[in-house]
């Protein structure tokens, strides 16, 4: 007969192998956490990208529509330059458009990670609840 805390039985082998499972659980975890830390990263950088753009041709369009405003009584370069305005105003809006459309469509962060760890919670209670008996 083997007693418990001795061999790879008994008390001391559950207690191995329950502490490789939280381990391995660990791993499994901090890994999506990784991944979705590089995901948020990308998301940031790209906003910060499309804010950038927006904010260049924001400033050049006031720049052009000043002009624009200068040149009022000066013949044809007048449309020329308030078209030129037009459009970087136009890219400003679209910029601006595609950073919300990019900030509605982004999932919260860690969004992954914490259902993960609601099911490992879940499968917990349920195998907790397994090896009850009722009475």
């Known amino acids: 007969m083997n007693p418990q805390g001795e061999g790879s039985g008994g008390v001391w082998g559950a207690a191995r192998a329950k502490a490789a499972t939280w381990v391995a659980i660990a791993h499994t975890r901090l890994e ?73 469509k982004t999932e919260p962060l860690f969004a992954d990670s914490l259902a993960e760890l609601r099911e490992d919670l879940r499968q917990l209670k349920a195998a907790s609840d397994h090896g009850r008996t009722p009475g």
């Open 32 to 104: 999506l956490l990784g991944n979705e830390l590089e995901v948020g990263r990308i998301s940031a950088m790209r906003q910060v990208m499309l804010a950038l753009a927006m904010l260049f041709c924001i400033g050049l369009g006031v720049v052009l529509m000043l002009i624009a405003l200068a040149l009022l009584f000066w013949e044809q370069r007048l449309l020329i330059v308030a078209l030129a305005g037009a459009l970087f105003w136009a890219l400003a809006a679209y910029f601006y458009l595609a950073m919300r459309k990019g900030d509605a």
